[in-house]
């Protein structure tokens, strides 16, 4: 799993482009991608550039001023949105596999929230079944510092392929985006319904 050494955002309107680096193996990569808001949020990659460790400071630098926005600081803890696609045996809609995947989202749910408390980085607060599959929302102190936890989770119960997580970015006092943080190279439209 990378470490995110930093992130930068820049909006025009309603569309958020994010710079991220990340950090794999003793390498340094920038990984950028651009938000586009409508029915469901598109995410579409930039190419991945690598950065020398050397530069590292100066890039950081010329993030800075190409991507000045920054997210409305909130009053409310940081959010993780886990979403997670039904099996492939169960994504025909009868009502067996609904009752299978409700399980299988109660039991991601609880572990993940558990592994969350146990560590002292956060909580479950919802959940629900939604058009982009299996929705689990967690409060958390630091998404950066959450991810791998929750990543490692769902590892565990094989359903990382079939995950993405996003974090919430405040836009205003009282609304918000999300940004998909895993997979890294994510690409393609995320509903948060």
Known sequence: MPKELAVYYARAGDT??????????????????????????????????????????????????????????????????????????????????????????????????????????????AGDLGPGGMNMLYEVNSATTALPVVVKTLEARQAQGRARIARRLMTSADDWRYEVVYPVDFSGAFNSM
Do not use: C
């Not at 890039?59 to 926005?69: E, I, M, N, T």
């Not at 600081?73 to 067996?96: C, G, I, M, N």
């Not at 592994?115 to 909580?123: D, I, M, R, V």
């Open 16 to 125: 958020l482009h994010v710079a991220r680096l990340l950090e794999a193996e003793h390498r340094i990569a920038l990984h950028r991608a651009t938000l586009v808001e409508g029915h469901a949020m598109a995410q579409r990659p930039a190419p991945v550039r690598r950065v020398p460790a050397d530069s590292l400071e100066s890039v950081k630098r010329q993030l800075l001023s190409h991507y000045p926005w920054r997210p409305y600081a909130s009053k409310y803890p940081e959010e993780l949105f886990v979403q997670v696609d039904p099996a492939a045996e169960h994504r025909k809609e009868t009502l067996l596999n609904v009752i299978a995947i409700m399980n299988e989202r109660g039991n991601l749910e609880d572990a993940i929230g558990e592994a969350l408390e146990l560590e002292h980085l956060g909580q479950w607060v």
